[in-house]
């Protein structure tokens, strides 16, 4: 065979190893192409040994040691040719390895050829199996970049890769291989490293191991970091605290150790479980801090405690200890809330609990204002009241913080009831009446009211309670006069109860007056009482009295008593002799009574007029003829009788009585010759003021007055008395009785007697009296007893066997006599107006002393005056006396026995002072001679009557002066005196005692001959009038030939006798206005001219009259509405005499904004209806009074609303089904909105049929309304609508109306849509297609399964979108909806979809490390279809260096720092949570990868694709032949398949970078050290192959 290139291909299971080239002959000796290395391993683990040779012929592969020395082993050898060579591959498998098989080991080749230099047939190699190990603690790897803590002794770790049990592994111990490096760690197992002696790898400077694992089946490694285990240290806790109630409190502890600690929260008492604990960990270098935090929230005093952080860990499952620090935490302890009763002390404390180290400077309570209350942890308030309710605050200082607790005190206290409006209220029958009242209490007192009848009231049709938490209020509907009493609230809770009542008085027209009587009738009155029964529950405004006379028809009176309080009264001006009807009725608010009280009743007859005697003349000798006439009216009743007195000359008068039909009556049996006087008599009167007085037990004293008419005879005859008992039938007379009183004794004692009494005019007996009964006395009277004296009384009852054994005595005394009428000793004047008293008494022992004296004084002709002095005075002076008056004095003594007798009368006057100067002194020329003088009397006269008055008068510069004294009038004609004479005059007062000082002189001249009095005044005309004044004018005449002095005006009034007015006015004036007159008075005015000789010969006086004042304001007593377009209107006048009578009235009345309306109602009217009113609206009322002053002042305004009228109907338009559920109705709104605008309509409806009453279901303002609650289908419903204007509601307006049955549901229109697909969750959306749907049906499952098993959700009928979750990545689904309703379900609509692969993430970068100012990009590439949007990180937590730019997927370095080492994380939001992947870059510099000072970083990425050189590679000339050798590695073998290509059949996939590329452009190196791994591309399959292995 000749020599040609070959290419020897070996691949094991860690993929190509190497590809050499080499040649090869037709005949060759045995050469070993690969032998195992010298190796450890464990006793007990599987030991693989392999030798691959070739040659030609094959070779045979022969073990030492043989079978015999190394039991359990097997042999096993295979081959294979190409191109004409055979490759032998021998294993030597020990099953169970034991110490004992250590030894050299070799595998020999022998084919019969000489070994040629190209290689040799044998190889050695030792084989070592240790003991199996004694691992004290194991420790598993099972995450990547993992801290493992060791204890201090052999340790074993072990890896657990994911992926299921590894074929084998192998390890790196900081970048070295861990194999052959006894006596510090092995390995064994495959899968478990031992390190024999921690304490000597990890100590020093380098005290972190670095290993990694490596599953060589799987090409996956675990990177962890070896360290000495420490103990647990707490390196910081929290310190003892005191803090407020209601906060966050968080308390940190931190601890240290390796492993990292575990931090446990533990407290004495308190319950942690309600307490949130954070953790984490915070890496600082090699080492690890622990940070916990417990959070309590809200702190409260519950919480107080003493709190323990304990630190514990444990390596090796041995504990490596705990330790702990604690803190002492305090709240201040006060309770939440305190009730207190109002007036009691409140106590509370402020206490903490636990010993803490915090230094407590104050501790105080402050009150809900704030202010300090306290200033130690007691709180104390004495006698607390309500107003003190609130938040109490303890406050706790200390050197660095205030904490404080809050105590809400709340004071409990007794109901209280407080009215709101007036307590008693009057209201008209028929309204409604709403009482209000405010309540306070705690706790809330528990509200109830109570009617008139004291029962408690029951919301119902008549009454409405409402009530809230301080407010009440009870509306009684439509009140009538049961009604009327107390309502009562009460407020009570357990401490006490409160009431307050409101007087209810319903007001109806009141009951007419009961007991209408005449209790006096004369000609022209009649008295009248009576007695007032209900008054209506409203006072009496006034009495109304009417009265008629049917002998005056046509002519009626009223009399309006304004004081309701008046229970009589007298009409007068009445006609004698006339029969009244009279008409008494009450009235009040509410109005009249309802009928009136009357009575019938007549005035008396005047009495007949003295006849007038017409003629008397003799019919004979023994007869007179008498004849006469009477004048008689209407007034006076006809005669009943005449009487007829005749007396003869010097004899005594005869009366004969003749009938009342009589006007002539003959006289007879008269003596002959004998002149005869005739007079005519008639009864006298009844006697008047009957009295009767008991006297003792069997008399009584009588008394009486005598008649008003004697009956025409001068004086009465005597007085007749009868009496008898009482029920009796007989009277007892007697007579002939002279005086006015009368004693009747020998009566019956303890008996009522019955008496009248009756006059006598010598000729007829008056009527007897009105009966007067009286009772006789039943009490025995020991009687000419001693005044004032004890006596002893013994009293024995005696029968017919006896007296009495014991009598029975009892002490008494008689009462003292009344003193005797003390002696006046002297009655002296001491001053003008003071008269002194000096008395004596004479008395005896039947007198007790005088307790007191009573003067009496009576002025001249007035009424006397009692003063009453100490009864130990004898002298008494009178003082505020009237002057110059006579008193007449006289005084009686008081003592027990009572008033005594008064003394005789002593009289004297009062001195009198000078009286005033007479006033307004005028002079009158009365003629030529003679002047007229007048004055008016002086205003003071000095305590005693003017005497008279006297004139002194002189020529006007002359001496002396004439006196005229003694003049007793107020004017005085001096004659005789010289013509044309100026006179000077002057005019004194005397009183008896003092003359007044004199008037200032007046002047008067005496005029020449010629002049005469002017005369009167002409056209005397009121020019003017109102109601204080009336105004004058007049012509003068002619003046008398002497120019006119003055002109004199005087005016006087009826209706004012007492006033008089005189002007004096200058002579030229023609005018004149009287003032300040009464108003509406009557005047009579006289004008008189004066000339120097006199006044107007002739006085002229004119009447006239002041105007009427406009009638005062009326008040308004009552406006109530009586419908909703009628207010009543009631008012009172109060009207003097300066007023006239009202005309009219004219009434106001406006509506709420609105202008003023003015109605005119007759004057006699106190009540008018106002009609024609607005409904429901409010309205001011006033009104004046129009006489003939004019309009007057307007009363007050009175305010009250007009009642609102119920709607009419709102007219229903349609009600049309809108579908099966639905019922669109419609209206018109009501013609009649009642007075108020529509507020809103109630829609109510029910099933025709059903027997229920209306549901309503809607209310609304608009005129439409759909009905949905409540519809069914198929259904026959009334519906009504009713109109509400916030008062009465409208009567309802009805329609019929018929639901359709619901049809099958529609079916979806719009197929399903699927969207926001993931790998596990899709979102279903569909269109509603209308209708009536109850729900939806949908179902979904995958698609290569039936139906059957779908998974079916229920959708509500709104839903449109439903969200599926838990499905399988990467799989195909159908989804399928439907309706449903009531009547059927739709056919399905169906979709499909198909679910996302679950995402995968790369990082893509360099696979070395690369040099500083290297531009480098790391790519993170996110399969599976998903948004790439990615985001980048250090793995350490630290910021991206500034020289790296992170831009979507791909992280930026330009230009690579040293810094820039380290683990860069991608990291994608994935759908169930974030995914990550890691990527290490490491840069290096001129000189050196790594200091050794620094800590390596683990590293992500497979191991470098560097290799030693394993594989000799053989040259064959003439052909290019590639060999592959392919070593298979399994539990019981390892095969070794060579293949030769011409070509490469494979290509390498490569799966951080996703792309294929050819075998021949993956980069190999050839490096003499370095690590036993390599980096595998996995193979694909390439269809052009020419074989397969």
Not at 417 to 439: A, D, H, N, W
Not at 519 to 537: E, H, K, Q, V, Y
Not at 1130 to 1141: F, H, S, Y
Not at 1228 to 1243: A, E, H, L, T
Request: proline share 7%; charged share 5%; with cysteine.
């Amino acid at each position: 065979m000749g020599t040609g290139p070959v290419t020897l291909l070996v691949i094991t299971f860690f993929g190509v190893l190497n590809a050499q080239t080499a040649t090869y002959y037709s005949t060759e000796a045995p050469l070993l192409l690969a032998t195992p290395d010298n190796i450890t391993v464990s006793a007990g683990t599987r030991l693989s040994l392999v030798c691959v040779a070739w040659g030609n012929p094959a070779p045979n592969i022969t073990w030492t040691p043989d079978a015999t020395a190394v039991p359990y082993q097997n042999v096993y050898t295979t081959s294979t040719t190409l191109n004409g060579l055979t490759y032998v591959v021998s294993i030597l498998e020990v099953c169970y390895t034991e110490p004992q098989f250590s030894g050299t080991y070799s595998c020999t080749a022998t084919n019969g050829v000489a070994a040629a230099s190209l290689g040799g047939n044998s190889a050695s190699f030792q084989v070592q199996v240790l003991s199996q190990p004694s691992c004290s603690s194991v420790y598993t790897v099972a995450s990547n970049l993992q801290y493992v803590y060791i204890n201090q002794e052999p340790s074993c770790i072990l890896c657990t890769l994911p992926g299921g049990v590894p074929t084998w592994y192998t390890w790196t111990i900081n970048n070295s291989s861990a194999i052959g490096q006894a006596g510090a760690y092995i390995l064994f197992n495959g899968s478990t490293l031992l390190i024999q002696d921690p304490l000597v790898l990890l100590t020093g400077a380098t005290n972190v191991l670095q290993v990694q694992c490596y599953d060589q089946t799987q090409l996956i490694s675990y990177q962890a970091y070896v360290a000495l285990s420490e103990p647990p240290v707490v390196v910081a806790g929290p310190q003892d605290i005191i803090t407020s109630s209601n906060l966050k409190l968080s308390a940190a502890c931190v601890a240290w150790g390796k492993p990292p600690p575990t931090i446990a929260w533990s407290s004495s008492n308190a319950n942690l479980t309600s307490f949130n604990t954070y953790t984490t960990t915070v890496s600082v270098g090699q080492y690890s801090y622990v940070v916990s935090i417990l959070e309590i929230c809200p702190t409260s005093f519950t919480s107080s405690d003493t709190y323990m952080c304990t630190a514990s860990s444990s390596s090796g499952g041995a504990s490596l200890g705990l330790t702990s620090s604690s803190f002492v935490f305090q709240v201040p302890n006060t309770p939440p809330s305190v009730q207190v009763v109002e007036n009691t002390n409140l106590q509370v404390l402020c206490s903490l609990v636990g010993n803490s180290s915090v230094v407590i400077t104050s501790v105080y309570w402050t009150d809900p204002l704030g202010s300090v209350v306290s200033n130690n942890s007691a709180l104390q308030v004495l006698g607390i009241q309500r107003n003190r309710s609130g938040v109490y605050t303890c406050t706790i200082q200390t050197t660095s913080s205030n904490s404080i607790s809050s105590t809400t005190v709340t004071v409990l206290y007794p109901p209280s009831v407080f009215t709101i409006g007036e307590q008693t209220v009057y209201i008209s029958q028929g309204f409604p009446v709403t009482l209000s009242y405010s309540f306070v209490g705690l706790p809330i007192p528990n509200v109830t009211w109570s009617g008139p009848s004291g029962q408690q009231i029951q919301p119902n049709s008549q009454f409405t309670v409402r009530t809230s938490s301080n407010f009440t209020q009870l509306t009684v509907n439509s009140l009538n006069r049961s009604d009327t009493g107390n309502y009562t609230c009460i407020a009570s809770n357990y401490l006490g109860l409160s009431s307050l009542s409101t007087a209810v008085y319903v007001q109806v027209p009141p009951n007419p007056p009961t007991n209408l009587i005449v209790t006096d009738r004369a000609a022209s009155t009649i008295s009248l009482s009576w007695s007032n029964g209900f008054n209506g529950n409203s006072p009496l405004v006034n009495v109304s009295i009417s009265y008629e006379s049917p002998n005056y028809i046509g002519v009626e009176g009223t009399m309006y008593l304004i004081l309701p309080e008046v229970y009589s009264a007298t009409l007068s001006g009445l006609h004698p002799n006339a029969n009244y009807s009279i008409h008494v009725a009450l009235v009040n608010a509410a109005g009249f009574t309802s009928t009136f009280t009357t009575v019938l009743t007549s005035t008396l007859s005047l009495r007949l007029m003295a006849p007038n005697i017409t003629a008397l003349y003799a019919n004979n000798s023994v007869q007179l003829l008498l004849t006469w006439t009477v004048v008689a009216d209407a007034t006076m009743a006809p005669p009943d009788s005449w009487i007829v007195e005749y007396t003869p000359s010097g004899g005594s008068p005869t009366n004969v009585t003749v009938p009342g039909s009589l006007r002539i009556f003959t006289l007879t049996g008269l003596s002959r010759g004998t002149i005869v006087q005739c007079q005519i008599s008639w009864a006298p009167s009844v006697p008047l003021n009957l009295i009767t007085t008991v006297l003792n037990l069997t008399s009584i004293v009588v008394s009486w007055a005598p008649p008003l008419d004697n009956g025409g005879r001068i004086i009465l005859h005597y007085y007749q008395i009868q009496y008898r008992v009482v029920g009796g039938s007989n009277f007892t007379l007697v007579t002939q009785i002279y005086d006015l009183q009368y004693t009747i004794m020998d009566l019956a004692y303890d008996t009522i007697y019955e008496l009248q009494i009756a006059a006598f005019n010598g000729i007829l007996f008056s009527t007897t009296t009105t009966p007067v009964q009286q009772k006789t006395g039943n009490v025995f009277t020991l009687s000419n007893l001693h005044p004032n004296a004890n006596y002893s009384i013994r009293i024995t009852l005696m029968n017919a066997v006896g007296l009495t054994s014991a009598p029975v005595t009892i002490a008494s005394s008689t009462l003292s006599l009344p003193l005797i009428a003390p002696i006046i000793s002297a009655l002296n004047a001491i001053s003008s107006t003071q008269l002194a008293l000096r008395w004596m008494i004479t008395a005896d022992v039947t007198m007790a002393p005088a307790d007191s004296w009573v003067v009496e004084y009576t002025p001249s002709g007035g009424s006397p005056t009692n003063v009453t002095v100490p009864g130990s005075l004898r002298i008494f002076t009178l003082t505020g006396l009237s002057r110059g008056t006579m008193y007449s004095v006289r005084l009686a003594g008081v003592n027990v026995a009572g008033l005594g007798p008064f003394s005789s009368d002593v009289v004297n006057t009062t001195t009198i002072d000078a009286p005033s100067a007479p006033l307004n002194l005028i002079t009158t020329v009365l003629n030529l001679t003679s002047i007229v003088v007048s004055w008016a009397p002086p205003l003071d006269n000095g305590g005693r009557a003017i005497a008279y008055y006297q004139i002194q008068y002189r020529v006007v510069g002359g001496s002396n002066f004439t006196l005229v004294t003694q003049i007793y009038d107020l004017q005085y004609t001096i004659m005789d005196l010289a013509y044309d004479t100026i006179y000077e005059l002057q005019v004194a007062a005397f009183n008896g005692v003092f003359f007044s000082t004199l008037t200032p002189s007046v002047q008067q001249k005496i005029q020449p001959a010629g002049i005469m009095p002017p005369d009167p005044p002409s056209n005397i005309m009121v020019t003017n009038q109102n109601a204080t004044s009336i105004s004058l004018s007049w012509n003068t005449g002619f003046d008398g030939n002497s120019p006119l002095v003055n002109v004199s005006i005087s005016y006087w009034s009826p209706n004012y006798p007492n006033d008089g007015t005189q002007y004096v006015l200058l002579p030229l004036v023609y005018s004149a206005t009287l003032s300040n007159l009464h108003p509406n008075a009557n005047y009579s005015i006289r004008i008189t001219m004066v000339n120097a000789l006199g006044v107007s010969s002739t006085l002229v006086t004119i009447a006239s009259s002041t105007l009427s004042l406009p009638l005062a304001a009326p008040i308004i007593s009552a406006l109530y509405a009586v419908s909703s377009t009628q207010l009543v209107v009631r008012w009172m006048i109060t009207a003097d005499v300066t007023m006239a009578p009202a005309d009219s009235w004219v009434v106001e009345y406006t509506p709420s904004g609105g202008s003023p309306t003015n109605v005119t109602v007759p004057g006699s009217l106190r009540i008018f209806t106002l009609t024609g009113l607005s409904r429901g609206t409010l309205y001011s009322v006033r009104l004046a009074g129009v006489n003939v002053a004019g309009l007057g002042p307007f009363s007050s305004y009175v305010v009250n609303t007009t009642t609102i009228d119920a709607p009419s109907v709102p007219e229903i338009q349609s009600a049309l089904p809108v579908n099966s559920t639905s019922i669109n109705v419609s209206w018109s709104p009501p013609v009649d909105n009642g007075g108020r605008s529509i507020q809103y309509y109630v829609i109510q409806i029910r099933v025709l049929g059903g027997g229920g009453s209306f549901t309503s279901v809607g209310q609304v303002l608009a005129l439409q309304y759909v009905i949905t609650a409540g519809v069914q289908d198929s259904t026959t419903y009334e519906v009504q609508v009713i109109a509400s204007n916030g008062g009465p509601i409208s009567m309802p307006s009805l329609i019929r109306v018929t639901t359709p049955p619901i049809g099958p549901p529609f079916p979806l229109n719009v197929m399903p849509q699927v969207y926001g697909l993931t790998d596990t969750t899709a979102v279903v959306t569909w269109v509603s297609p209308g209708g009536y749907i109850d729900n939806y049906t949908l179902q979904y499952k995958p698609s290569d399964q039936t139906w059957n098993g779908a998974i079916t959700y229920t959708a509500g009928p709104a839903a449109t979108i439903f969200t599926i979750t838990g499905l399988i990545p990467n799989t195909s689904y159908d989804i399928q909806v439907r309706t449903n309703n009531k009547n059927s379900s739709s056919a399905f609509a169906t979709q499909s979809f198909i679910t996302l692969a679950p995402p995968i993430v790369n990082v893509v970068g360099p696979v070395s490390a690369v040099s500083v100012g290297t531009a480098v990009t790391l790519i993170c590439v996110v399969q599976s279809g998903y948004n790439s949007t990615v985001s980048w990180s250090r793995a350490d937590g630290a910021s991206l260096p500034p020289e790296a730019n992170a831009k979507e997927n791909l992280l930026l370095f330009p230009s690579v720092q040293a810094q820039s080492s380290g683990i860069y994380v991608c990291t994608f939001a994935g759908s169930t949570g974030p995914i990550s992947e890691a990527f290490s870059l490491n840069v290096s510099d001129a000189t050196s990868l790594q200091t050794s000072s620094q800590l390596p970083l683990p590293s992500v990425t497979p191991p470098s694709t560097s290799i030693p050189l394993q594989l000799v590679i053989a040259v064959s000339v003439g052909a290019v032949v590639l060999l592959l050798c392919l070593v298979l590695m399994c539990s019981i073998c390892v095969v070794v398949l060579c293949v030769r290509l011409k070509k490469s059949p494979y290509k390498m996939k490569n799966p951080l970078y996703d792309t294929t590329s050819p075998l021949d452009a993956l980069p190999l190196s050839l490096e003499p050290t370095g690590s036993t791994i390599i980096e595998a591309p996995l193979v694909e399959r390439n269809e052009n192959a020419v074989s397969d292995f």
